[in-house]
């Protein structure tokens, strides 16, 4: 595994970052996807496999179900639960842990949103799950139009001071946004974020000159999520391909997002690329944003020790400038 620095942080952390959205509790036909123990056996596996950095949120995962498009909050926390059981007794110094606030985590009326009062109550929740004294990252999930940025910011910069976060960023926002939240260093005492948190793929690349280049022209780390587009670039989808319990089976708008006919001219080319290059799809994928630059961390989804296992190679895995452009120009941009 290689070691980074987290951006301006300075913090070193594992090129590739563990996720855990679709790790406990995504239920496919009428069973759990990955149970408690086998996200254990995954979360561990990565630590012992170098990985130190590990994605979650909230929410993860029972607000929305887009099978029955019904809100329950039967799951709420529980990826934040099963990451701290994982981690409980291994030395805090040896990792690092994002979570994430603002979703719908109850039903209470403050059971949501970017303002102080549901985020004080939401991390002193997130930390008792994790069984942890204060979370490395700590992520506005997306915008809340009601609340100011200035308070939202204001109130991660009390919890920084107070020791209970180290850093905080954003997640989802518009550069518009975004850029609001850097200028706040003109506001001292205000500190703006210190990382953003988005979807980038060679698929999905409509936050390339946006997003992913304010972080980069202001030394902001990007952690890089669906860096997959969740499976797609890993080629779940070819018909050779064992493609059973897949993403694609339970996600209604999966195919209209990610799979559709553009790309697969592209995917076949992709495909003999990584056969000529001797890597797999979903390691060239990676390997295309971790050689692409500095400061974007890929977030790993797997659902399998296999997958991790794979994936985890991609970071052998280096490419010249030059086949990172042919890389790029392979895709229609989105
Ligand atoms: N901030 C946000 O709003 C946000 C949103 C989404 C995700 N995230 C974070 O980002 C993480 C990663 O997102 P993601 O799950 O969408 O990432 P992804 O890597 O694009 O997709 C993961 C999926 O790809 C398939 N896959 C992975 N490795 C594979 C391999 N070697 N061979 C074949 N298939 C493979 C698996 O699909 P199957 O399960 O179908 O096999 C897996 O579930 C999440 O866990 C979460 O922590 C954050």
């Known amino acids: 595994m290689k070691y980074k620095s987290f951006g301006k942080t300075g913090i070193k952390v594992s090129q590739l970052i563990l996720g855990t959205w679709y790790l406990p509790n995504r239920i496919v036909n009428g069973k759990r996807k990955v149970n408690k123990e086998a996200s254990i056996k995954m979360i561990r596996k990565a630590y012992d496999l170098g990985i130190n950095f590990f994605d979650t949120a909230d929410v993860y995962r029972g607000v929305y179900d887009r099978d029955t498009f019904t809100t329950n909050f039967e799951n709420v926390g529980l990826a934040e639960r099963i990451v701290g059981e994982a981690l409980k007794g291994y030395d805090r110094e040896s990792f690092v842990v994002a979570t994430k606030v603002m979703g719908r985590t109850g039903p209470l009326i403050n059971d949501a949103g970017a303002n102080r009062k549901h985020i004080r109550n939401a991390i002193a929740k997130s930390l008792e799950r994790l069984q942890m004294d204060y979370v490395d990252f700590y992520i506005i999930h997306g915008p809340d139009e009601d609340a100011g940025i200035e308070h939202t910011a204001k109130t991660m910069n009390i919890l920084e001071e107070e020791g209970l976060i180290l850093h905080y960023g954003v997640s989802n926002h518009s550069v518009h946004d975004l850029v609001k939240f850097l200028n706040l260093r003109y506001f001292e005492p205000l500190e703006p974020p210190g990382f953003i948190q988005d979807k980038y793929n060679l698929i999905e690349r409509k ?59 592209s995917l076949e080319k992709f495909k003999e690329y990584a056969n000529s290059k001797d890597t797999s799809m979903s390691q060239l994928a990676l390997a295309w944003l971790i050689n692409n630059g500095k400061y974007l961390f890929p977030i790993i989804g797997a659902t399998r020790l296999e997958q991790l296992e794979e994936n985890i190679e991609s970071t052998e895995v280096s490419l010249s400038s030059e086949e990172i452009g042919e890389l790029t120009e392979m895709f229609e941009r989105k």
């Open 207 to 265: 936050l390339e000159d946006t997003n992913i280049k304010v972080a980069e022209d202001n030394s902001l780390a990007s952690m890089i999520y669906s860096p997959l587009a969740q499976g797609v670039l890993a080629g779940r989808y070819f018909q050779d391909s064992k493609n059973t319990d897949s993403r694609k089976e339970y996600e209604k708008w999966f195919e209209k997002n990610q799979l559709n006919e553009s790309n697969k001219n």
